[in-house]
């Protein structure tokens, strides 16, 4: 069987004369020895790439960061400094930007259920758009604007009827979809009509989104085009086109990149006739594959005639995407990333729960046993972000590696933050 692909790891994995990985110049064994496990290394030349190719593609200030993908002061920084502007979804994620530094002009505020407090903070703070997801949320707009609050500038998400190929949980442009105006039953163009009145907002264009790890360029192409019919007439200066492109997870998979997808759509906006500046607001793709989470083995347990049961030191509370949507990982060992995978184990967290499963079906090198460690690539999408303290774990710190320095830049949590919520 195959060793690992390289072609899943971060832009700066080497494979050292020892066989084992370095990311960054550190070699990943010495980095669980340093910050423990489980750890999510992620390598930072990788990110600073994609942020750029992005920025390169779509211009500058054209490329939003969804930040729900891997949030972090550091990350939020990180994307602003190399040219993007930040999707924010919630107030929590609106506050790590602002805190972070990211001026408010740069965001834009997403969310199919804002509170009144999340549009309060975002008109005060003066975001550069709030997308607007509904009819109750043009009410709050209102009652916010009675205040005396600043007028917002808005965006009308569009649920434009396009239905992504991908998980049914992370599909979002079809007609039964929790999110947006629909297009099929003339909510949008109501929308439309009401904000275009309103002396509470001030509209500048529209926005979609189809879904998440979406891999088929047509899915994008067709939104463009439903897209473009709609909101050429209305002439408005912005045209918002979402996330969604899907990354390799594991060998055989193959994503366009960032600058294909891109063109995909660039193209497909000019043939259309667009006059809008088009902008996108990926997530996954700009993180996903730059980090691999580090795991320690804790036990291995043979069940004849059933099967092998590897479990980790971490699980469903650092990645629960396996659990959500059955999603596929790869694992290997950082001291010998090469060696070739000859058995087959379903590799498990800690987790009170037999759901707690990191990869149902794992190619695993042949012995691996209590205290190696095992790495899994792909993991900085929606893992650390998703993290939960499910049984009481504390939540993995995170590292950025570059030239050799690795920077910690979210600590491990610790039993002391388990209670500092408690009111006793
Ligand atoms: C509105 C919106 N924009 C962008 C994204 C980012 O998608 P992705 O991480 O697949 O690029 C999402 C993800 O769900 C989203 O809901």
């Known amino acids: 069987m195959n060793a690992v692909p ?4 971060p832009d700066t994995a080497r494979v050292e004369s020892d066989g084992s990985l370095s990311i960054g110049g550190r070699r990943i064994t010495e980095l669980a020895a340093e910050f423990g496990t489980p750890l999510f290394v992620y390598d930072e030349t990788h990110l600073r790439a994609r942020c750029r190719e992005a920025v390169e593609t779509f211009g500058p200030g054209r490329a939003y960061y969804a930040t729900k993908a891997f949030l972090c002061g550091a990350m939020a920084r990180l994307a602003y400094e190399e040219g993007m502007h930040l999707d924010v979804a919630s107030g929590g994620e609106l506050h790590i930007a602002l805190h972070a530094g990211v001026p408010a002009d740069a965001l834009a505020l997403h969310g199919n259920n804002k509170s009144m407090a999340e549009l309060r903070m975002a008109l005060t703070a003066q975001v550069r758009h709030v997308v607007v997801d509904s009819f109750d949320e043009l009410d709050r707009l209102d009652a916010l604007h009675a205040e005396g609050l600043p007028v917002p500038k808005v965006l009308a998400r569009i649920t434009p009827g396009v239905h992504a190929h991908t998980h049914e949980f992370i599909a979002t442009g079809q007609d039964d979809s929790k999110f947006g105006f629909n297009l099929g039953n003339g ?3 109501r929308a439309i009509d009401r904000m275009r009145r309103s002396p509470s907002v001030q509209l500048e264009g529209v926005h979609c989104h189809i879904g998440s790890n979406v891999f088929e360029a047509s899915n994008f192409a067709k ?3 439903v897209m473009a019919a709609f909101a050429n007439p209305l002439d408005l200066p912005e045209l918002v086109l979402g996330g969604g492109l899907g990354v390799a997870y594991v060998e055989g998979e193959e994503a366009p990149s960032i600058r294909q997808w891109g063109n995909v759509l660039l193209d497909a906006c000019q043939a259309l006739g667009v006059r809008s500046h088009v902008s996108v607001e990926p997530g996954r793709s700009i993180v996903a594959a730059a980090a691999v989470t580090v795991y320690e083995v804790g036990t291995v347990k043979h069940i004849p005639g059933v099967r092998t049961y590897v479990s980790v030191d971490g699980g469903m509370s650092d990645n629960p995407r396996p659990v959500l ?6 694992a290997f060992l950082p001291r010998a990333v090469g060696a070739s995978r000859s058995e087959r184990a379903r590799l498990v967290g800690k987790h009170c729960e037999s759901g707690d499963v990191l990869i ?10 209590v205290g190696d460690l095992l790495a899994t690539p792909v993991t900085g999408a929606y893992g650390h972000s ?4 499910y049984n009481k774990l504390t939540r993995p710190p995170v590292v950025f590696v570059r030239d050799g320095d690795a920077r910690l830049v979210v600590r491990r949590e610790t039993y002391d933050d388990l209670v500092r919520c408690e009111v006793i």
């Open 6 to 9: 390289l072609s899943l790891l």
């Open 187 to 189: 909510d949008a163009h």
């Open 223 to 225: 939104a463009a085009e």
């Open 325 to 330: 949507y059955g999603s596929g990982y790869e």
């Open 360 to 369: 149902f079906d794992a190619a695993l090198p042949e012995g691996v046993r």
């Open 386 to 389: 998703m993290a939960s303290n």
